[in-house]
């Protein structure tokens, strides 16, 4: 049990190091996940960096969902480091939908800038990112200020990863793709759990970054929700060990 508990911190204290590594290039890599650049180069018919990104957590969620966010988003990085200066619990719930407002709106544009263009003229992953870094142009540095202080501010007022609850234009890439996936019955990463050794200490419940009620999910036999990063947080900090990760098809689909 010793060297199992020292195997969960493990896991974690590198889930940290990644998401630590990941916002130290935020600088470097924003630009990839820009969501003003995708539509630019498509009014021009160009693929940028950001559109091979936004397509590559697309297709990688139909296997891993929202590993990326749990992971190595630098977003979500930032947010989980401002938990320090305010840590409360995400209202989440109904208001989850909010992001889906901005995305189908944003998604119909990158669209029709397409359509506009004549369709895809090439593919071209620095296009417009000087020496395919963020920073390269000084001004540039505005815009990493400017979005850093965005998921402050949203941790502050709205809780854990609010950015990711609310305001995200990547997640729901992920989202959609899991269901997606769900729906194809392909295999994915998924949380289950042992309902029968839970002893119902919230300790899950607690620890989790997007303030999901984890142990009604356990009691209840729905590990799946579309706002779960598989962080591990909970797998990880569960006394009774009731939760785990498995490769598998969701439950009533093997
Ligand atoms: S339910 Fe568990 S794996 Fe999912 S976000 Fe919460 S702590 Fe992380
Ligand atoms: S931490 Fe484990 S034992 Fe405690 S409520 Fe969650 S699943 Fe149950």
């Known amino acids: 049990m010793a060297s199992e508990g020292t195997t969960k ?21 924003m630009f990839y996940f820009s969501p003003y650049l995708i539509i630019w180069g498509g ?36 947010q989980e480091y401002s938990t320090k200066l305010r840590d409360k619990r995400a209202r989440g719930g109904k208001c989850n939908w909010i992001k889906f407002l901005i995305w189908v709106p944003w998604l119909a544009i990158i669209i029709l800038a397409f359509i506009d263009a004549g369709g895809i003229q090439k593919v071209d992953p620095f296009w417009n990112i000087d020496y395919g870094i963020t920073v390269a142009t ?23 990863r609010g950015f990711c609850h609310y305001l995200c234009w990547m997640s729901p890439f992920m ?15 998924r949380l289950t759990a042992e309902n029968d050794n839970c002893i119902d200490c919230k300790t899950c ?16 036999g729905r590990m799946e929700n579309s706002e779960c990063n598989l962080c591990g947080e909970c797998i990880d900090s569960c006394p009774e060990h009731v939760i ?3 490769f598998c098809r969701m439950p009533g689909h093997q």
């Open 175 to 189: 989202i959609v793709g899991r269901k997606l996936g769900n729906a194809a019955r392909l295999p994915g990463l």
């Open 138 to 160: 000084p001004q540039n540095i505005v815009f990493v200020v400017a979005l850093v202080l965005l998921l402050v501010f949203m941790v502050i007022t709205t809780g854990r």
């Open 9 to 29: 911190q493990r896991r974690q204290r590198i889930r940290k190091t990644l998401l630590l590594i990941s916002l130290l290039m935020l600088p470097a890599t």
């Open 205 to 220: 419940t607690n620890v989790c970054p997007m303030s999901l009620d984890v142990n009604s999910m356990v009691r209840d």
């Open 244 to 246: 785990e990760y498995r």
């Open 43 to 78: 009014s021009q018919g160009i693929v940028v960096g950001s559109f091979l990104m936004f397509s590559a957590m697309f297709l990688s969620s139909l296997f891993i969902g929202r590993l990326w966010c749990g992971w190595l988003c630098p977003t979500g990085a930032v």
